[in-house]
């Protein structure tokens, strides 16, 4: 059996990360409280109460909300929480941050669960060029978690990396 295929990626004993299966893929909004602000520039209390009440928050049903202020103005805490209030039935989760931040917040829970003393001594591949844009936030958390505790850790696919970290002996 001259003829036999080894896959030699397969009997390295490399375990490879791919950030697209453990970050979900969620679908994802947010809510400016600018566009609540008087002349731009400060909250009426009756006026935000009034929103809150009429707005249809069912269009953020099973979103994960951004909830932020884009404006220059002061919003006093009570106002997130009112929004948060009026959310809790409609949404899968709620931040208090920018649209660009949410994924990486989204990255940082889900990677927070993983078990780094699976990974000691251990080779890792963090997989790159997926479907979906992963942040470079999630990669250099992962990165900075594995760390302590892998033996070496590389960026790409299996069969073709790039070396990022080796630990010294």
């Known amino acids: 059996m001259a003829d036999q295929i080894i896959n030699r990626v397969e009997q390295s004993g490399i375990i ?16 400016d409280i600018k566009d609540q602000l008087f002349h731009g520039l400060m909250l009426r209390e009756k006026d935000f109460r009034a929103w809150i009440k009429e707005n249809d928050w069912s269009i953020y049903n099973n979103k994960v909300i951004a909830l932020y202020c884009s ?9 997130y929480m009112l929004v948060s209030t009026a959310l809790k039935d409609h949404t ?4 208090f941050c920018t649209p660009k931040e949410l994924n990486a917040l989204i990255a940082e829970r889900a990677l927070g ?15 790159g060029c997926g479907e979906r844009e992963i942040s470079n936030h999630a990669y250099v958390m992962i990165t900075s978690r594995l760390l302590p505790y892998a033996k070496t850790i590389m960026y790409g696919e299996p069969c073709s990396t790039v070396p990022v970290y080796k630990k010294r002996k």
């Open 71 to 79: 404006a220059d103005a002061i919003v006093p805490t009570w106002a």
């Open 92 to 95: 899968s989760d709620i931040y």
């Open 113 to 127: 669960s993983l078990i780094l003393k699976d990974y000691l001594d251990k080779r890792v591949v963090i997989k």
């Open 16 to 31: 490879t990360l791919d950030l697209e299966t453990m970050i979900p893929d969620i679908e994802v909004d947010s809510i």
